[in-house]
């Protein structure tokens, strides 16, 4: 199918004619008298050997063929040709001499006799081909003929528009017709060449399927004069001539004037950009962020009429985390699907739980559900993916969620709020929440950036140990610490100080701070400052990163020494004995109760693992727990470790979310290089147990904690089910 025809001139191929497509490559055009069914075949008699030959068939209207072969030789080179049209008694002779120009190819005589479906062919095939195997695409002369053959087909073609660029990107769009909906082939003919449009396609039906709208997308350079598009397919050919006026546009910008915006159009541009460069995926959160989506449910709030909303979906490298609600008192719905970017249905497996409205919404009584679809990376750039809610009357209709975050923080925060902390079951964090919380953790590892550190006062030269303190927002026990710190001598003489700034936008106030606090009692510090808040430990291991000591100390911010000696005693317990791998603290409540003397691991009700605390409760004074022992871990609020022990297990894991369990997958870390964890009774400090955790909002109220302890417990079942076997050896000293 040709749109128009264009001017054809006549041309008599019943002799065979050599013609010249470009420098060292040639064309044989012959037209024999009757109807070619079999192959035809070209023989060079002088010897001279083909880099490549082809040859196409192309029916005349007059019911007879036309028989082109293309072959590349040497120039200056003699050529002795013997055709053969595939019937007995059917042949020709071609003779070239040496140093014989031949004659330049005419596109019009080509053309000239040739059914439209030759046509066809012998666009796609000079153009998709016989361009690519004899290395024509940057031939000037190649695409001067191209472009002529163009216009011998089609003198009139209607116009695509180049109607924005994204860097080198540039955005294509023409009407095609309805039936045009295979696109096999598509290539860009202009002053730089011949370009294969190798991205995908929008094409969608318009105007109640009279018509379609085809978006593509180019990667040029620059914007070349004089260009055609050619598109094709089992329906046909089509050829446009592009239009550039528009393409300095942005995205955005075209978008905001476009008068076709189709759902399916929004979903291509947002899928293809996201994927080319850091540029164009800026540009697609511009898009949605400056033109989101109007958020759409289903349904009236009402005593009995139905309703749907999705709420949450966030689109991530393995898929989509979806939460919503609905109230269906007359099973009205049939399920929701998920739609891709290419538009498929992928149905959700909802697990659902009870709720309530709130009075200002009328207080219903109502189904909450969470599903996750693993679609991969097909939506990942998405702020509002869309959904088909499916209803019992075999009708459907679209659900649109409000815009998502694109900050990496607030989408944590909105995964966290997916669920209710009390329905984060194992089941629902294994299959709806462990595969997203997992792909967001590793993108904020990945967006960590790089620390920024900051001197306080001459730093020790040559340390022994490392005291790694991760500080986030709360400030209230620094002053107390650091004068701790700084009276005892032992420390101060052989220890440095590096404080990990996990809360960024307090950077001008704690250096400020700390300098004040550097004139009171002169311990120098070192400052790291995280460039974005990461959790703590990222923020552990960048200070571990930063560490010059033989040993690591690990003190929370919170933790506070009752005397001197504290930090002596413990690297002696590690140097004394090889086979310790780390060693903690008695920790104490400010009202002197025991908070940790070692950490073990306990099933609840369920047979769910948990981290818990030796005599956590009991008096200060208690007699056992001030006894030194093995344990099977010890907490990270004070846990002291060897560098090279902890660079050998990578340091803290950073699968976990914001910050807990850490400290014991630390230990059983440790524990699997035969080293053993020690508890060192006599020596105390006090814990001011999760301060800066319970001012993260994220943390309090979302399911962080039910998320890591699952996780901790798939990792390490059988390593705690083990060692905790063991019990008795751990556990004498507690048996009165």
Aim: charge should be negative; include cysteine.
């Amino acid at each position: 199918m040709l749109e128009t025809v264009g001017t054809r001139a006549e041309a008599l191929f019943d002799v065979p004619q050599i013609l010249q497509l470009a420098p060292e490559v040639c064309l044989v055009v012959w037209d024999p008298p009757h109807p070619v069914s079999a192959a035809p075949q070209l023989e060079e008699q002088a010897g001279v050997r083909f880099k490549s030959v082809a040859s196409v068939r192309l029916p005349r209207l007059d019911g007879r063929s036309r028989l082109l072969w293309i072959f590349s030789v040497k120039e200056q080179q003699a050529l002795h040709l013997q055709l053969s049209a595939g019937v007995v008694g059917s042949g020709a002779e071609l003779v070239l001499e040496a140093g014989q120009v031949p004659q330049a190819a005419d596109p019009y005589a080509l053309t000239h006799g040739l059914t439209q479906n030759a046509c066809v062919v012998l666009v796609t095939t000079m153009l998709n081909t016989w361009s690519g195997i004899f290395r024509l695409g940057r031939s000037r002369r190649f695409v001067g003929f191209a472009t002529d053959l163009l216009r011998s087909v089609n003198d009139a073609p209607s116009v695509a528009d180049c109607v924005a660029s994204v860097g080198t990107k540039r955005v294509v769009e023409t009407i095609l017709n309805g039936d045009c909906q295979e696109i096999s082939s598509a290539v860009l003919i202009g002053s730089d060449g011949i370009t294969r449009l190798t991205d995908p396609f929008c094409n969608v039906l318009t105007a109640e399927g009279k018509s379609r709208l085809l978006v593509g997308t180019v990667d040029l350079p620059r914007l070349p004069e004089d260009s055609h598009l050619v598109l094709s397919g089992s329906w046909g050919l089509a050829i446009r001539r592009l239009e550039l006026q528009n393409g300095g546009r942005s995205l955005s910008q075209w978008w905001a004037c476009a008068s076709r915006k189709p759902a399916e159009l929004r979903d291509y541009l947002i899928s293809t950009f996201g994927e080319f460069s850091p540029a164009s995926r800026a540009a697609v959160l511009d898009l949605q962020t400056n033109e989101p989506l109007a958020a759409r449910r289903h349904g009236v709030l009402g005593d009995t009429s139905p309703f749907c909303a999705i709420e949450t979906a966030l689109a991530g490298e393995a898929g989509v985390l979806a939460g919503g609600w609905m109230r269906d008192p007359g099973g009205s719905y049939d399920g929701i699907n998920l739609l891709d970017g290419a538009g498929d249905r992928i149905p959700l497996d909802l697990h659902t739980f009870d709720g309530v409205l709130p009075e200002s919404q009328g207080g219903y009584r109502i189904k909450r559900f969470v599903a996750f679809s693993p679609v991969g990376k097909s939506l990942r750039h998405h702020l509002q993916p869309r959904f088909e809610l499916k209803l019992a009357s075999g009708d459907s209709d679209i659900l649109v969620p409000p815009p998502q975050p694109s900050d990496l923080a607030e989408i944590r925060s909105k995964a966290l709020s997916v669920v209710p902390p009390r329905q984060a079951t194992d089941e629902v964090i294994e299959t709806c929440l462990a595969t997203p919380f997992s792909d967001l953790q590793n993108r904020i590892c990945q967006a960590t950036g790089q620390p920024l550190e900051i001197l306080i006062g001459e730093q020790q030269k040559h340390p022994i140990v490392s005291i790694v303190i991760p500080l986030y927002k709360v400030l209230e026990f620094l002053k107390s610490q650091l004068a701790a710190f700084a009276a005892d001598r032992w420390l101060v003489e052989n220890g440095e100080v590096i404080l990990v700034l996990d809360s960024p936008e307090q950077a001008v106030q704690v250096e400020d701070l700390l300098a004040g606090f550097y004139l009171l009692y002169g311990l120098p510090v070192r400052l790291i400052v995280m460039e974005r808040n990461s959790g703590y430990a990222l923020a552990c291991n960048a200070g571990a990163e930063q560490a010059r000591g033989r040993y690591l100390a690990m003190i929370n911010s919170d933790v506070v020494p009752l005397n001197s000696g504290w930090l002596e005693q413990l690297c002696a317990s590690l140097m004394m004995d090889e086979s310790v791998g780390a060693v903690g603290a008695k920790l104490l409540y400010a009202d002197n109760a025991i908070q940790h003397a070692g950490l073990k691991f306990i099933q609840d009700e369920k047979a769910r693992w948990f981290n818990h605390h030796y005599f956590k409760g009991f008096p200060r004074r208690y007699q056992s727990a001030s006894q030194s022992r093995e344990v099977p871990g010890v907490t990270g609020a004070c846990l002291i470790v060897s560098r090279a022990d902890f660079e050998a297990v990578n340091g803290f894991s950073t699968d976990y979310i914001i910050g807990d369990y850490e400290d014991s997958d630390l230990c059983l870390k440790v524990r699997q290089l035969n080293r053993k964890i020690y508890y060192i009774g006599d020596v105390e400090l006090y814990h001011f147990e999760r301060v800066s955790i319970k001012s993260n909002a994220d943390y309090t109220r979302g399911v962080a904690s039910q998320y890591n302890r699952w996780f901790h417990q798939t990792r390490w079942q059988d390593v705690m089910s083990d060692l905790m076997t063991s019990i008795g050896s751990f556990d004498r000293v507690e048996i009165r």
